[in-house]
């Protein structure tokens, strides 16, 4: 790959240059949201075991792009890490959710074409490790912060407030669906994105099950 040709593939994956010099392993997740949470996971594994510094999280370009029935994003970008990585451990790490085992067959076989393998979070969906009510709060605290940062008049929620919207969507089984209705309750504007991104640093600070979950999800995509 030239070198005008590498500086466009960073550009496009969001990646810095060194990313690419220091990267031993890559780690392929979903959107944005999901981009950070694990780049974050990884420092805490990188913490504990230093040689996990050599890991770049890279996106994939969402869900359309994932499970959409046209797949040429997902293979443009996973083509760009192997062309840019050609030695280092590329894994897919993703939420399963509702999808069909011919959905995943489907997307195991595309992967496995571009040599790259592909595993799954044992809950539905990342934001099923949100759902406890310390990083419940910290995610509405947070994004009410964001309205105000944004200019709007906005107050913290009660903690009340925040523990009668979480009981009152028990019914709703999608958590980020879940988590978008408790924002419509207490009348903040929802971001999946900031919220992975208020729920992560909640958990680096107050580290729960979901913590050492993530941890383990990550090692065993490199196993």
């Known amino acids: 790959m030239?070198?005008?040709e590498c500086a466009k593939a960073l550009t496009d994956l969001g990646w810095e240059a060194r990313d690419a010099f220091l990267a031993d392993r890559v780690l392929l997740v979903e959107g944005p949201s999901d981009k950070a949470a694990f780049t974050e996971v990884v420092r805490w594994l990188e913490d504990q075991d230093p040689?996990?510094?050599?890991?770049?999280?890279?996106?994939?370009?969402?869900?359309?792009?994932?499970?959409?029935?046209?797949?040429?994003v997902l293979k443009e970008r996973v083509s760009l890490v192997r062309r840019i990585v050609p030695t280092?451990?590329?894994?897919?790490?993703l939420d399963r959710d509702a999808r069909?085992?011919?959905?995943?067959?489907a997307l195991t076989k595309s992967?496995?074409?571009?040599?790259?393998?592909?595993?799954?979070?044992?809950?539905?969906?990342?934001?099923?490790?949100w759902l406890d009510i310390g990083t419940v709060q910290a995610i509405f605290f947070g994004l009410a912060q964001d309205a105000r940062d944004a200019g709007q008049d906005v107050s913290?929620?009660?903690?009340?407030?925040?523990?009668?919207?979480?009981?009152?969507?028990d019914d709703i089984k999608k958590a980020s669906a879940r988590l978008e209705a408790m924002a419509r309750r207490l009348e903040i504007r929802f971001s999946k994105d900031r919220s992975a991104v208020h729920a992560i640093a909640a958990l680096s600070t107050r580290p729960t099950t979901?913590?050492?979950?993530?941890?383990e999800a990550v090692r065993q995509a490199f196993v």
């Open 156 to 169: 913290d929620p009660a903690q009340d407030e925040v523990e009668r919207a979480l009981k009152e969507t």
């Open 100 to 105: 069909t085992t011919d959905e995943v067959e």
């Open 111 to 129: 992967l496995a074409a571009l040599e790259v393998s592909i595993h799954f979070l044992k809950v539905g969906e990342l934001e099923d490790h």
């Open 2 to 4: 030239g070198r005008a």
């Open 51 to 72: 040689s996990w510094g050599g890991t770049v999280v890279s996106h994939l370009g969402g869900n359309g792009a994932v499970w959409g029935g046209d797949r040429g």
């Open 88 to 93: 280092g451990a590329c894994s897919v790490l």
């Open 210 to 215: 979901a913590t050492s979950d993530l941890m």
